[in-house]
């Protein structure tokens, strides 16, 4: 297929529904208000209902890439979506918590296959020495959804009401379905496939290999992380220690959103130009997680003048993680790409859950103030998190230089 061709049919369908993804996502940092008023959410509560999405999402990870390698990211897409569009119904007429949890979980998991898809169809159709900039391009769509769960949403919630528009999402989701199935390749799939048998298999042998535990901790803590906090307690947080309005708080998420839009691509466009003068994905992960490290240092200890322009950076550079896909897929093998690339991402939402719910679990042992949660809960919360990623961090260093260079074929 030609660039162009590749773009609008093998990328674009597939980044639509990672919008949708990343969307419902995040839309909780700013309903979150509501659902605490209309159902009478603890912060445990809180997080534990927003992370239902992120729990669902990573539990199917590992079948997912059977799934995606096996009968190909259209279907697969098509089919997931049509779950999660459900499940935003039934998140609009649910009437208590738990009712609002098993909705968003039946969401994380209708979107599990959002980004997974849209790098399978990646390593399909790509060339590898192209894979970063495709991939992240496509992350850049989803940090539009980002966008899109800020102050738009907000003034849609404002207009009907958060049932509203949950009803309303279900509907765009759907018209994504349509556009996947009208527009993507029906060939996406390479090779005859495996028995179901050998293809968990080899899922397994992928996980046992030594790569994978140098690599997965770090990309799980450094990208999880930054997905738990950003698409949850970034608001409350601004509310709290900053003491922005409810509006403003939608206002500094959108440009937050903002920042992870134009970060992730312009990380994208930099590996890319540094790749074609030999400096590897991993170098430039590396560097960048520095970066990443030294703002949520900032936010930790609430150093006042730097603490929003921090936020802006944990944005930008929070899932630089993706450059590690197509480096680490490409020691697996295009017909194991799928397979490849949900190990990584199981490992990262994980953290994400784990994250949106711990954080909220640590803010309630520290006593409310009057206008919401302490701040000293929100410094213990991130930085005991933030401990956890430069630990990973120095694991991954501590390997010797060909255990993180190369991966054995996976027999």
């Known amino acids: 297929m030609t660039p162009l061709r590749i773009i609008l049919t093998a990328l674009l369908p597939f980044a639509s529904g990672y919008f949708m993804s990343y969307?419902?996502?995040?839309?909780?940092?700013?309903?979150?208000?509501?659902?605490?008023?209309?159902?009478?959410l603890s912060p445990a509560q809180l997080g534990l209902l927003t992370a239902a999405y992120l729990g669902a999402f990573a539990l199917f990870q590992l079948p997912l890439g059977v799934l995606l390698d096996r009968y190909g990211p259209r279907k697969v897409q098509a089919g997931l979506l049509t779950i999660a569009a459900l499940g935003c119904l039934a998140f609009a007429w649910a009437p208590s918590f738990i009712g609002l949890f098993a909705a968003r979980a039946i969401i994380g998991l209708g979107f599990s296959a959002g980004l997974m898809a849209s790098y399978k169809s990646s390593a399909t159709w790509v060339p590898i020495e192209r894979r970063s900039l495709a991939n992240t391009a496509i992350m850049s769509v989803g940090a539009l959804g980002v966008?899109?769960?800020?102050?738009?949403?907000?003034?849609?919630?404002?207009?009907?009401?958060?049932?509203?528009?949950?009803?309303?999402?279900?509907?765009?989701i759907m018209l994504a379905v349509v556009f996947i199935l009208l527009a993507a390749p029906r060939k996406d799939t390479i090779g005859a496939s495996a028995p179901l048998k050998t293809q968990f298999a080899q899922m397994i042998a992928i996980i046992r290999r030594p790569l994978f535990w140098r690599v997965a901790p770090l990309l799980g803590f450094t990208s999880g992380v930054q997905i738990g906090i950003q698409t949850l307690w970034a608001g409350p947080w601004l509310r709290d220690v900053m003491g922005y309005?409810?509006?403003?708080?939608?206002?500094?998420l959108l440009f937050m959103a903002l920042a992870f839009m134009v970060g992730i691509l312009a990380v994208g466009v930099i590996a890319d130009r540094l790749a074609r003068r030999g400096i590897g994905a991993m170098q430039v992960l590396l560097g960048f997680n520095l970066i990443y490290f030294a703002a949520q240092l900032l936010i930790v200890f609430r150093v006042e003048a730097l603490m929003f322009p921090a936020w802006l950076a944990v944005a930008a550079f929070g899932q630089v993680a993706v450059l590690a896909f197509p480096w680490f897929a490409s020691h697996i093998g295009t017909d194991l790409a799928g397979r490849a690339n949900a190990t990584i991402n199981f490992s990262m939402f994980v953290v994400a859950f784990a994250t949106q719910y711990l954080v909220g679990f640590i803010i309630g042992l520290f006593p409310s103030t009057a206008s919401g949660y302490s701040p000293d809960g929100y410094s213990w919360a991130i930085g005991l998190f933030l401990v956890a990623q430069i630990t990973a961090y120095l694991w991954y260093l501590a390997a010797?230089?060909?255990?993180?260079?190369?991966?054995?074929?996976?027999?």
Do not use: C, M, Q
């Open 245 to 252: 309005s409810r509006e403003e708080v939608a206002h500094h």
């Open 23 to 40: 969307l419902l996502r995040a839309v909780n940092a700013v309903v979150a208000p509501d659902l605490v008023k209309d159902i009478g």
């Open 147 to 172: 966008v899109v769960a800020t102050e738009p949403t907000e003034y849609l919630v404002s207009l009907i009401g958060w049932r509203g528009a949950f009803t309303v999402f279900a509907g765009v």
């Open 400 to 411: 010797s230089p060909h255990k993180i260079s190369r991966l054995e074929p996976v027999s």
